[in-house]
């Protein structure tokens, strides 16, 4: 069963930092391109950014291109999301997900319709609260 678990979210203050952490189990973890997603309040789910398998290929959307660093260590089939000078308008509940690639333009849509052991499924976290607050 693939599973994807989000940790790392809380409280901060803006201009302040946090690094998001997902741990992915139930497939080749190296093989597969991995995305994290955004969904604030009141607002859709949007993209973020997203790292290839071999952790080479990084694309980031404009609002957080110098902020955010995007990284992933196979050994421990997990990515993360570095988070730094964060502002009000990054509060939202983040989530990773298997994408099928990732390249520009990075969408959403990345994330639907992914093959993982033969099916055809979309694999997300349950999301982990990140809130930009004073």
């Known amino acids: 069963q693939v599973q994807l678990v989000e940790s790392g979210g809380g409280l901060v203050q803006p201009g302040g930092s946090l690094t998001l952490s997902c741990v992915v189990s139930?497939?080749?973890?190296?093989?597969?391109?991995i995305g994290w997603f955004r969904q604030g309040p009141g607002k859709e789910r949007e993209e973020v950014s997203c790292?290839?398998?071999?952790?080479?290929?990084?694309v980031y959307t404009d609002s957080v291109k110098g902020r955010f660093t995007i990284s992933r260590h196979n050994l421990q089939n997990a990515i993360y999301l570095q988070m730094n000078s964060l502002k009000p308008e990054d509060t939202a509940v983040y989530y990773c997900a298997i994408i099928r690639r990732c390249v520009e333009p990075f969408t959403t849509a990345q994330a639907m319709g992914v093959m993982v052991h033969g099916r055809i499924g979309d694999y997300w976290g349950q999301g982990t609260q990140v809130t930009v607050s004073s």
């Open positions: 139930g497939l080749k973890f190296d093989y597969y391109d």
């Open positions: 790292i290839g398998n071999g952790g080479g290929d990084t």
